[in-house]
């Protein structure tokens, strides 16, 4: 069974700073993988989505994601935090074929000034 | 456009009461509709997924169950709540499998 390890329940920056949050799957198949973003007392917006095209995968708001086979990762980066990106991000993983995403334990971003 | 509304936005309830939580979503055809519950410190955990009216797939054993009776409903019911049952739970909706999900904007349940 699919599944995703968010390495950090919680990451802090520096505004300015580099933003690197892990993401590992386990998958039999090739995935799909996603990061999700959810701000304080909302639902979850989705930032970005690999479906095996370019393992270099742009996002919105400046993130982007890289997937590494052999490395079973799909961290997510933004090369210079805003204030604006404290939130918590989820990592989700779907096998091709399947109606569900599974749902990593997600990290909580903080941003200080 | 599409649009998901769920309601209500909070919700206190006492143990041993029954839950209703609704969704629906306007502006698509036959949505694959999700709920997911989420607890402090476990992300989100799929409780259920439809595919079609119903239809309801069940992810995890528990106090709760789901119903679709209309192509763009969902609806999350207990019969009789437990402590445990407290969470953020957020409806979701995809036009295809492995497509983005969209998210309502969730439901914050207390059971006291």
């Known amino acids: 069974a699919q599944s995703v390890t968010q390495l950090g329940s919680h990451v802090s920056v520096s505004e300015g700073a580099l933003v690197l949050l892990r993401c590992n799957y386990s998958?039999?198949?090739?995935?799909?993988l996603f990061w999700y973003v959810q701000y304080p007392n909302q639902g979850l917006q989705l930032l970005l989505k690999y479906t095996s095209a370019a393992t270099l995968v742009k996002g919105i708001n400046g993130f982007e994601a890289e997937f590494k086979k052999s490395e079973t990762s799909f961290h997510l980066t933004k090369p210079s935090a805003h204030m604006s990106d404290a939130a918590e991000y989820f990592c989700?993983?779907?096998?091709?074929?399947?109606?569900?995403?599974?749902f990593g334990t997600g990290t909580r971003l903080q941003v200080f000034p | 456009s599409q649009t998901i509304h769920q309601w209500p936005a909070t919700l206190v309830q006492p143990v041993g009461s029954p839950l209703s939580l609704e969704c629906t979503v306007e502006g698509t055809s036959n949505p694959n509709l999700y709920w997911y519950r989420q607890a402090a410190g476990r992300g989100l955990q799929l409780l259920f997924y439809s595919v079609g009216i119903g239809q309801i797939s069940s992810e995890v054993p528990q106090n709760l169950s789901a119903s679709r009776p209309q192509d763009r409903q969902f609806i999350l019911s207990s019969k009789k709540l437990l402590l445990s049952d407290s969470g953020f739970y957020l409806c979701a909706w995809s036009v295809w499998t492995n497509e983005k999900l969209f998210f309502g904007s969730g439901t914050q349940l207390s059971v006291l």
């Open positions: 998958s039999s198949v090739p995935p799909y």
């Open positions: 989700a993983v779907s096998d091709l074929g399947t109606d569900k995403l599974i």
